[in-house]
C-alpha cells in the first residue's frame, strides 16, 4: 500500500494554475515551492512593458480576460484592479476591412446591401448550400451554414493558416452553430463580465504568489525525480514531457511573433485578423489598444504566424486530432498511476484553456485536494481530476481562431 508523504508541495509552472494552485494551498497552511523554466512568472498570460515605447505588450499574444463566473471574477479582481475592455476585433480580406465576428454590418457592408437583420437571415439561407444533407467536414458545414463567399472570406484561409490543413480534412463538429449575428453586436464574447488587469497579468499573478508560505524558483526546470522530495506535485507543465516523451509528442500548434515599432497608431484597434491565404499572417496585434486609459505615442506591434511545433518551441495550441488521441490515452493511463502527481493547466492536460476556466480548476483542485484528510492513503480522486479519458473534447478547439456566435 502506498504511504502518503509529508512536506513541502511541489507547484511545476508559475502560470495561472501554478500560481492560483500555491496560493490556495499557501493560505491553507502548506508550504510551497514554485518552479519554472522561465525567467518571469505568469506563464503564457506574462506581460510587460516595452522598453522603447512604455507600451503594456501581452508577450505570448493577446489576452483578453472575460468569464460568467463570479467567483472567478471575484478572484482576480482581488489581486488586481480590472479595467473595462470590450474585444472588438476585425478582420482584413481581399483589401477591404469588415467586423468580427460575422455580423450585420459585415453581411451589409461584404454585400454591398442595407438589409434588416429579418431580410439578412432569409438572404444567408439562400446562399447555404442546401444540397449538402449531412456536413462531414468543417467546409461542408460552413458552406451549408453561410455558403462559398462568406466561407471564403472569412474561414478558409484562416483556418489554412492557423491550424496548418484544409478545412475540407477537419470535423463538421468545429462549427456546430451558425457563425453569424443578426445584428450588429460586434462585442467578441459573451460573457458578463470582461476586462483588461490594470498594470497586466505579470502584475497580477505576481501579487498572487505573493505570501510568505510559497517560494518561486525561476529558470528551474523540474524534472519527475524530484517528486520525491515532496509531499505531492502539482504539475502545470507538458504532459509528454513529464513522461520524457516515451510515446512521443502530442501534437501543438505553435505560433512566431514578429515585433514591429510605429510612430502614431498603426491599424487603429487592438487585432486585426487577415482572412487571405496570400497573407502569410493569421493576424496583427497593436498592444497599445489593451490598454486604451495609458496614452503612449510610439506603439508595438506584433504580426502572428502559426505553423507546427517542433520539439524546441514553444506549444501553444494543443491539436487534438485523431492520431494526438491515441497518443493522449497511453500519457493519460500513465498519468492516473502516479499517485503523488496532479495534471493541471493547459499543458498538463493538454486541452486549450481559457484563463477563467484555468484559474476555475485550479480553486477545484486546490480545493479537491484539501478536502482529502492528509492521514488516509491517496485518494484516486485526488490524482488527477481533469484527466478523464472520455471527456475529451471533439478532436480540435476552436476557442480562439473561431467567432462564437449564440
Ligand atoms: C495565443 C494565445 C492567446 C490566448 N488568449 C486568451 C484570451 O484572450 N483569453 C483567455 O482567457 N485565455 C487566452 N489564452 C489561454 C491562456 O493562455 C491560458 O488559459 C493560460 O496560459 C493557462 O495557464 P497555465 O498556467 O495552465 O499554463 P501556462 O501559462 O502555459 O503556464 C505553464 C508554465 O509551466 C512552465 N513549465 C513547463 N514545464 C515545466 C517544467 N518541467 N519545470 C518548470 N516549469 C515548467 C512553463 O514555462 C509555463 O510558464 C490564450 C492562449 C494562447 C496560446
Not at 67 to 94: A, C, G, H, I, L
Not at 237 to 263: I, Q
Not at 373 to 402: C, G, H, M, S
Request: with cysteine; glycine share 8%.
Amino acid at each position: 500500500m502506498i504511504k502518503l508523504k509529508s512536506g513541502k508541495i511541489a507547484v511545476v509552472g508559475a502560470g495561472l494554475s501554478g500560481a492560483v494552485i500555491g496560493r490556495e494551498l499557501a493560505e491553507a497552511g502548506h508550504e510551497v515551492e514554485v518552479f519554472d523554466t522561465r525567467d518571469h512568472i505568469a506563464g503564457n498570460c506574462h506581460t510587460e512593458r516595452d522598453r522603447e515605447t512604455g507600451v503594456t505588450v501581452h508577450v505570448y499574444g493577446p489576452h483578453i480576460f472575460h468569464t460568467d463566473d463570479r467567483e472567478v471574477w471575484d478572484y482576480v479582481n482581488r489581486f488586481e484592479q480590472f479595467m473595462p475592455y470590450k474585444n472588438r476585433v476585425k478582420t482584413t480580406s481581399n483589401g477591404q476591412v469588415y467586423s468580427l465576428p460575422i455580423n450585420l454590418h459585415t453581411i451589409n457592408q461584404f454585400f454591398g446591401k442595407a438589409l434588416r437583420p429579418d431580410e439578412a437571415r432569409a438572404f444567408i439561407e439562400e446562399l447555404s448550400d442546401t444540397t449538402i444533407a449531412d456536413p462531414k467536414t468543417f467546409e461542408e458545414q460552413a458552406l451549408r451554414f453561410i455558403g462559398r463567399e462568406l466561407y471564403q472570406a472569412f474561414f478558409e484561409g484562416y483556418t489554412k493558416k492557423q491550424w496548418g490543413c484544409s478545412p475540407a480534412e477537419l470535423p463538421a463538429s468545429i462549427l456546430k452553430r451558425l457563425p453569424v449575428r443578426f445584428n450588429y453586436d460586434d462585442n467578441y464574447f459573451f460573457h458578463t463580465y470582461q476586462g483588461m488587469p490594470e498594470n497586466g497579468y505579470t502584475e497580477m499573478v505576481g501579487r498572487i504568489l505573493d505570501h510568505p508560505n510559497i517560494t518561486v524558483h525561476l529558470q528551474t526546470r523540474f524534472h519527475r525525480d524530484w517528486g520525491g522530495d515532496f509531499a505531492h506535485t502539482f504539475y502545470s507543465g507538458p504532459l509528454d514531457g513529464y513522461f520524457d516523451y516515451e510515446y512521443g509528442r502530442l501534437g501543438y500548434r505553435t505560433l512566431d511573433f514578429e515585433r514591429f515599432t510605429y510612430e502614431g497608431d498603426y491599424q487603429g484597434c487592438a487585432v486585426m485578423n487577415y482572412g487571405d491565404a496570400s497573407v502569410p499572417y493569421t493576424r496583427i496585434t497593436e498592444h497599445k489598444h489593451f490598454s486604451p486609459w495609458e496614452k503612449h505615442s510610439g506603439s508595438v506591434c506584433y504580426r502572428e504566424y502559426a505553423r507546427a511545433c517542433g520539439p524546441d518551441d514553444i506549444p501553444y495550441y494543443p491539436i487534438r486530432l485523431v492520431e494526438d488521441k491515441a497518443q493522449l490515452a497511453q500519457y493519460l493511463a500513465r498519468a492516473a498511476q502516479e499517485p503523488f502527481v496532479t495534471f493541471v493547466g493547459r499543458l498538463g492536460t493538454y486541452r486549450y484553456l481559457d484563463m477563467d476556466v484555468t484559474i476555475r480548476e485550479a480553486l477545484d483542485a486546490a480545493r479537491l485536494f484539501l478536502s482529502v484528510p492528509a492521514a488516509r492513503a491517496p485518494d484516486p480522486k485526488r490524482q488527477a481530476p481533469f484527466l478523464k479519458p472520455f471527456e475529451l473534447p471533439p478532436v480540435i478547439d476552436t476557442n480562439l481562431p473561431y467567432p462564437r456566435a449564440r
